[in-house]
């Protein structure tokens, strides 16, 4: 009976079902598109694939998962108001509440398998030019395609227990159904609590708050502050949103002719954004996170020069200690000769380790790298190689004393500014700048704890035509490697050569690869916030077609109707991506530091892509939309 029934509905709703089955389907295939990059062994391989790049695959995937939660929740809690009256027929002719659970169950069973498996094939095609795309931005040719088992067994686990929740959820209401209640669930309204004078104040002066707040206190906790605006100021939008009716009449109320005009448009918001106010708060979410991510990669794609030549000053550098990275004169004459551009520089800065820590002497500063330091005998400054407000967080964990062989130092000052290039030792070590004669006296010291090292920085006329000098460079250092130490691997990774070319590329893929990622995201948020209000306005059609035909008896035109349908439609499709674009315009303007106006353009211009976008999706969803209404109304022209 079950199963005959499912059916009989699935034939009668078709287009609805098949609209459901592809948009489920489309969302598993994208998830399993992400999940075959985000488990291949290989490229999420540290020692094979810099995790600059593999790192970035988690957060647009945690953005899927999200997404993919919210919308089919929100898809199936649509079909399963649109089915309520159904239910109420059925349970009057004999139908128990058992059986609706029952029917539910096998619905709900048979739709996130089918989804799940088409999904899944589907998925299997589209992954492999996803990856390829992929691998062409980030130049890894060599990285081979291969689908993992746990790609499909997560994808697997995950949706199931996506359905297993919505089934849950939908059986525990369904126990409460009564035959009055879902007889009546198609005329009734949907309450709007928070539509109040009082609550939008509230809203507004939270989303206020935020932004002073983001504003004034960002420098002090940044992960804190961000974190409270944030949440402060999505309280402040949903409170805002469901008070579209309050604030729209005091606007239209400062004309007395438009909001006579738009007295039928009010009073269809005032009782239709119960339910709008879900899409739309979800609408603003999404799109202000897949903007701000969009804008950052762009930014970094801007910054990609200014930032390859910050962190390393110097086209080409590297450390040589002991035997490691040890290279010959000649060796390293011959390879700057071999490239398109001369050499101009060649400096060596030497130094002191100690287990994690790194000494270096003032006077090897001031006079190889010309900056003006002199240190205290007994003492010593910390050195942070890094660049202020970049807008990036950074350990700048001081040490006030430090013990080297019985004496101990006391910190005097700390200095943060990139001296020379970021080391991958370096970076996992701590620097400290001492005075002449303590270096001296440290470097005297017989003990096997210390060694002594340099930092080679290589310097050329034209940085950008060094890309086959660093090669080589770095190939010879390896070759070096095994030939001194016999097992270079450990050698190799730590004692990386660096170049400012090397650092652009990495920084111009790293943002693209960012780009391309977090594009499809916002291209999926669209299509998918296109195809809830798309599930909304087919779910409702019958009740607001029933709607439209009282109002239109008593002599209001289809002008007029077509007029207030067409706002209600603005409303959804374009007040998101507006509250969208001015979230991100205040967030990415106090966050992005010492590029607050370039960042600010750009989330701007992204901002108006997306408005663009979603202007032509409500254009074709009007004419759709109206064009369903018209023949309703045959008997009299506009």
Same mark, same amino acid.
């Given at each position: ?36 990059? #985000? @488990? ?68 709900? %069973? ?7 498996? %088409? ?19 980030? /130049? ?5 395609? @291969? ?30 159904? %009564? ?39 960002? =420098? ?39 909001? !006579?005009?738009?007295? #039928? ?6 009782? %239709?954004?119960? +339910? ?6 979800? =609408?603003? !979410? ?17 910054? &990609? ?62 006079? $190889?790298? =010309? ?6 005998? =007994? ?15 950074? /350990? ?41 004669? /303590?270096?001296?006296?440290?470097? +005297? ?9 340099? !930092? ?13 000098? &660093? ?73 607001? $077609? ?22 209600? #439609? ?20 106090? !966050? ?5 106006? #370039? ?40």
């Amino acid at each position: 009976m079950i199963n005959k029934f499912f059916f009989r509905m699935f034939r009668a709703n078709f287009r609805r079902y098949v609209l459901f089955f592809l948009s489920s389907s489309f969302t598993v295939m994208i998830f399993f598109s992400y999940m075959t990059i #985000l @488990t291949n062994k290989t490229f999420m391989n540290p020692n094979i694939v810099n995790p600059y790049y593999s790192d970035m695959v988690i957060a647009p995937t945690f953005g899927i998962a999200l997404f993919a939660i919210f919308f089919i929740f929100y898809v199936q809690a649509s079909f399963e108001k649109f089915k309520r009256s159904e239910y109420g027929v059925l349970m009057m002719i004999g139908m128990t509440k058992t059986d609706i659970v029952r029917n539910i169950i096998f619905e709900n %069973s048979i739709i996130g398998f089918i989804s799940i498996v %088409s999904g899944g094939i589907l998925g299997r095609i589209f992954s492999y030019i996803f990856y390829i795309i992929c691998m062409k931005i980030l /130049d890894l040719n060599s990285i081979s395609y @291969t689908v993992s088992p746990e790609s499909y067994l997560y994808t697997i686990l995950f949706f199931a227990i996506i359905y297993t929740l919505v089934i849950t959820f939908n059986s525990l209401i369904a126990l409460k159904y %009564s035959i009055i209640n879902l007889l009546k669930s198609s005329r009734k309204g949907f309450g709007n609590i928070l539509n109040s004078p009082i609550f939008a104040i509230i809203g507004i002066s939270f989303i206020i708050v935020a932004s002073v707040d983001i504003s004034l206190n960002y =420098g002090l906790d940044k992960n804190f502050v961000i974190l409270r605006s944030i949440i402060l100021y999505f309280i402040g939008v949903f409170l805002l949103i469901s008070n579209i009716y309050f604030i729209l009449s005091k606007i239209l109320k400062l004309s007395p002719k438009k909001y !006579i005009k738009n007295i #039928l448009f009010l009073s269809n918001i005032k009782y %239709s954004i119960g +339910q709008s106010k879900k899409i739309l708060f979800l =609408g603003v !979410i999404f799109s202000s996170i897949t903007i701000f991510f969009i804008s950052i990669a762009a930014l970094f794609i801007f910054n &990609a020069q200014k930032s390859a030549t910050e962190y390393a000053p110097y086209d080409i550098a590297f450390e040589e200690i002991e035997n490691i990275n040890k290279i010959s004169q000649d060796e390293l004459y011959n390879i700057v000769k071999s490239g398109d551009t001369e050499p101009s520089d060649d400096i060596s800065v030497e130094y002191i380790g100690t287990g994690s820590v790194k000494i270096f002497s003032d006077l090897e500063i001031r006079e $190889k790298l =010309g900056y003006n330091i002199n240190v205290t005998s =007994g003492c010593f400054k910390n050195l942070f190689q890094i660049v202020p407000d970049d807008g990036y967080l950074h /350990d700048i964990t001081e040490i006030d004393k430090i013990n080297i062989f019985d004496i101990t130092y006391i910190c005097e000052d700390n200095i943060e500014k990139v001296l020379f290039n970021r080391l991958t030792s370096l970076n996992n070590s701590t620097l400290i700048i001492i005075s002449s004669q /303590d270096y001296l006296n440290i470097k +005297q010291n017989k003990s096997n704890d210390i060694e002594v090292g340099q !930092i080679r920085l290589l310097d050329f006329k034209d940085w950008r035509k060094t890309s086959v000098i &660093a090669d080589k460079l770095s190939q010879t250092l390896q070759n070096n490697n095994i030939k001194y130490n016999g097992n270079s691997f450990s050698a190799n990774r730590i004692y990386e050569l660096s170049s400012k070319i090397a650092t652009y590329n990495k920084n111009i893929k790293g943002a693209s690869f960012m780009l391309f990622l977090f594009v499809f995201i916002g291209l999926l948020s669209l299509f998918s916030f296109a195809a809830m209000i798309y599930f909304k306005m087919m779910i409702e059609f019958e009740d607001e $077609k029933i709607k439209y035909k009282k109002i239109y008896r008593i002599g209001i035109t289809k002008k007029e109707l077509f007029s207030v349908i067409s706002k209600e #439609l603005l409303i959804l499709f374009i007040m998101p991506i507006i509250l969208s674009i001015i979230t991100v315009d205040i967030y990415i303007y106090f !966050i992005s530091a010492n590029e607050s106006l #370039l960042s600010l353009l750009i989330a701007s211009f992204i901002g108006f892509i997306y408005f663009v976008i979603q202007f032509v999706f409500y254009m074709v969803y009007k004419r759709y939309y109206i064009g369903k209404f018209n023949g309703i109304f045959y008997n009299h022209k506009v």
